[in-house]
């Protein structure tokens, strides 16, 4: 995943939003990706069929011969793994 160099030019036309602001979503956005390289290929490869994607479990499902349960888990697991380890750099 990466970030688009036009979500980071939208970014910073913004007027409601200062270099400071831009510069900790950029940081926390490379964070983002690279947390996201670390988890298991199958989480990861979930979480990003489902949440940048936006396919639905069924879809998933169909893509990568798995259950709607063991989709799901992948996903939820993946989520929570990231949540702890984001947390750590908000502390």
């Not at 798995?66 to 929570?80: E, G, H, I, N, V």
């Amino acid at each position: 995943m990466q970030i688009r160099r036009e979500e980071e030019i939208d970014r910073a036309r913004d007027p409601s939003k200062g270099p400071h602001k831009i510069l900790e979503e950029t940081e926390m956005a490379k964070m983002l990706q690279n947390e996201i390289q670390i988890l298991p290929a199958d989480q990861r490869e979930v979480l990003l069929l489902s949440k940048y994607s936006g396919l639905s479990y069924d879809e998933i499902v169909q893509i990568i011969d798995t259950t709607p349960a063991a989709a799901k888990q992948k996903a939820y697991r993946a989520m929570l793994s990231l949540k702890q380890r984001l947390k750590n750099y908000n502390d």
